[in-house]
């Protein structure tokens, strides 16, 4: 036992690739995709060179990867591509933001101080990929080789698959330049930051526009949603149950029509979050539609379904298609719906074993979420480590993922969440998943910023 532990840690770091990537990849990644590994892997350096790690995207995951990375490697040379420059950002509290809880400014962190030591951080991002030099280029033209590429690049909203709309944007994007429907008030979408910080105001109107209307008027207020597989899809649900309490609250809901249409039919990917959702639309009095939006009027402010349907709204709530990006399709590493084509429970991608991805960009079935990311980052790193170190690789991702939902009720919360067998999980021991709970409102709205932002992402939780 002894001999073969030392051998292993003598083994130079290409023969101990090809020694666990070989034997593991036929147990952990499939025979077929063994070849595949053995050959990206041949190209390892031996142990006099660092091993060479480059992480596209310094988000959430990204960032924590980074973290973790650096600790768990022995010799390793770690570098991130983040075109944000200044600041850190905690996006899961742009739906505060979109409330009107939170100003951005509760958001932002300096960049610096997420940095971590001996990782170095490219203020650029990746334009294209060479999968077969292992290779990715930026946009100063200059070229980074890699031993492992980990794809933490996040969500693209694609606004611009809309007809009538244009844009594809980052959440965390500080748009250059607008896109014309952005400073639409009649307009609005959580999910990206500008779109986010400008939902607030565009309630308060709504809502005073409502307390102008005489009793036989009423106001067509739309939600619509392309599908369920997005970031967050919580965020969107809790922009309407806050609008239905603003409403509620200024005794008007009776003069807003308000519709929820969802693309694929779904509220949540889950079949028990999917119907207690419903039934609460149901008990709201919002009508619920399965239509894909196809097109945006903004001069005459309609709208028209794919089943032909047209529809005159006063408020459009958007919450676009997502997925990766065109870089990423563009190099042949995406799924048939745009994201990055990963094995689930190794994050490794199909085809070339030395690309992982991780948090939202990733093409697994969990909900896309921040709290996805901890046990995805701990896979991939742990999956790394011991190829690295000769081992086998033994970790996998169970799939978890949580997202919040803020009720109609003032200052409550619901957290879905759900284990392997799609069974709803409690946050708090004792507490059922399934309800609203004012004490789950303190956890988002005083305890997981600061968690997520000096816990997760640092690599500590
Ligand atoms: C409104 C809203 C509410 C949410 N609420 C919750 C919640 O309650 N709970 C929860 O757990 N999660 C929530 N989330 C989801 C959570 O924020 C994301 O799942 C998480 O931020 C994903 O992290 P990421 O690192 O994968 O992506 P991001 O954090 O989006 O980071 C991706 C980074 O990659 C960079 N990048 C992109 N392309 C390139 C490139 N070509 N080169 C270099 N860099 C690139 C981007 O600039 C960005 O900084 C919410 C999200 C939104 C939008």
Known sequence: MMKKHTDIHNLNRRDALKLAGIGSAAVLFGSEEAEASVGSLQKKPSK????????????????TLAYR??????????????????????????????TGIWCEQQLEYKRKAFIPEGVRWIESAVVSIDTDLNRVKDENGNET???????????????AAIEGLEGEIA??????????????????????????AQLHERFTALVQKAVGLSDDEKLSILFTQENIHIKSPGAALSALFTLIRKLKDAGVRHKAEITLNAGDGRLSANDTYDSLYKKILKREGVFFESERLMNVDTAIKAVNFTNQKSMGYDFLHITPSMHTGRLFTQSGLTDKDGWIDVEERTLQHRHFKNIFAVGDAAGTSALKTGAAIVDQVKTVVDTIRAIDEGKKPDVTYDGYGC?????????????????????????????NPLECHDIYWYLNSRMLKPYVMYGVMKGWA
């Open 69 to 98: 990375l650096r600790r768990a490697i022995t010799w390793p040379e770690i570098t991130v591509f983040e075109p944000l420059r200044t600041s850190a950002w905690y996006q899961p509290g742009l739906t505060m933001v979109g």
């Open 403 to 431: 997202d919040t939902v803020l009720c109609v009720k003032k200052k409550s919360v619901l957290f879905e969440a759900y284990d392997k067998k799609k069974k709803p999980l409690a946050l708090v021991e004792f507490m």
């Open 145 to 159: 080789e890699y031993d492992y590429l980990i794809i933490a690049s996040g969500a693209v909203l694609d606004y």
């Open 171 to 196: 959440s965390l994007e500080m748009l250059e330049k607008k896109a014309s429907w952005m400073d639409d008030p009649a307009i609005g979408s959580i999910y990206y930051f500008h779109g986010a």
């Open 48 to 63: 006099t060179k660092p091993l060479r790690i480059v992480i596209i995207g310094g988000g959430m995951a990204g960032t």
